[in-house]
C-alpha cells in the first residue's frame, strides 16, 4: 500500500457528484427508507443492501446513511444522556483525540459533513493504524481550544489511541498548543481509548456510536464548534429523518 502524502483532509475525488446539492433529495429519501426498516429492527447491513441497491446508491453515500441515520431508542438514549453547554463549566472531560480532529480536517479542508439524526456531525474520512498531519491541524487544535475555552471545563483530557502511528507526534502538537493557549489540557497516548470513554462516568466528547451508545455522559462539541466558526462549511443535513 502506497504511503499517505495527503497534505488535505479533503473531499474524495467523486464527491462533488455523489453529494451535489440536486441529489440531496435521493439522499433523503433513502435515508428515511433505511430509518423505517432499522427503526423496525432490521440489521443495518440488511437494510442498506436493500436500500442502496433500491436507489442505486455508491458506497460512499451507502456510508453517509450508515453514519448519519440512527433508531428512536438510540436518539431517545443520547439524548438523555447529553450534557448541555451551560452545564460543562468546571466539569473533568475526556475527548476522542483521533475522531475529533479528524472530523475537523475534514471540515476545515472543505470535505462533506453530515449532521445526523443523533445530532453528532460525523465525516467520511477514517484511519487505519496510521495517522498523518495535515495543513490544517494546528488550525483546527487553535480553534477547538477556543470553543473550550469558553465552555470553561476543569480539566481536559485527550486521549490518542497508541496503536496507531504518529499519535505521539499528535500528543506532541496538542500538549504544545494547550501550553500556549493556557488551557488546562493533557494528552495520554493509550490503548484501548474506546473502552476508556465507555466507561468513563464524567462527561467525554465523541462522535463514535460505539462509544456514545455505552458512556455515561457526553457533550455534543463539533456541533458547539461549527455553530461559532465563521467559514464556509460543506453540511448535508439528515438530521430531520
Not at 453529494?19 to 439522499?27: D, T, V, W
Request: proline letters at 4%.
Amino acid at each position: 500500500m502506497a504511503p499517505d502524502r495527503r497534505q488535505h483532509r479533503g473531499p474524495h475525488q467523486k464527491d462533488s457528484i455523489l453529494f451535489r446539492k440536486e441529489g440531496e433529495k435521493i439522499l433523503l429519501q433513502a435515508a428515511a427508507d433505511y430509518y423505517e426498516l432499522i427503526n423496525k429492527g432490521y440489521t443495518s447491513k440488511a437494510s442498506i443492501k436493500l436500500v442502496g441497491d433500491h436507489f442505486r446508491l455508491q458506497e460512499r453515500q451507502r456510508q453517509a446513511i450508515c453514519r448519519s441515520v440512527c433508531t428512536d431508542a438510540y436518539k431517545f438514549s443520547l439524548q438523555q444522556r447529553e450534557v448541555a453547554p451551560e452545564a460543562m463549566s468546571q466539569q473533568a472531560i475526556l475527548i476522542d483525540g483521533f475522531n475529533t480532529i479528524i472530523t475537523l480536517e475534514a471540515l476545515y479542508s472543505n470535505a462533506p459533513l453530515f449532521k445526523n439524526r443523533d445530532q453528532t456531525i460525523r465525516d467520511l474520512s477514517g484511519i487505519h493504524g496510521s495517522y498523518r498531519k495535515v495543513v490544517e491541524t494546528p488550525l483546527c487544535i487553535h480553534d477547538i481550544a477556543e470553543s473550550l475555552r469558553l465552555l470553561a471545563p476543569a480539566t481536559i483530557t485527550w486521549l490518542l489511541d497508541k496503536p496507531i502511528s504518529n499519535s505521539g507526534r499528535l500528543a506532541a502538537l496538542i500538549r504544545a498548543i494547550g501550553k500556549e493557549r493556557g488551557l488546562p489540557w493533557e494528552v495520554e497516548v493509550v490503548n484501548k481509548v474506546d473502552q476508556k470513554l465507555s466507561e468513563y462516568d464524567g462527561v467525554i466528547v465523541s462522535t463514535d456510536s460505539y462509544i456514545l451508545k455505552r458512556c455515561a455522559h457526553w457533550f455534543n462539541l463539533l456541533n458547539y464548534h461549527l455553530e461559532r466558526i465563521d467559514r464556509p462549511v460543506w453540511l448535508i443535513d439528515l438530521s430531520a429523518i
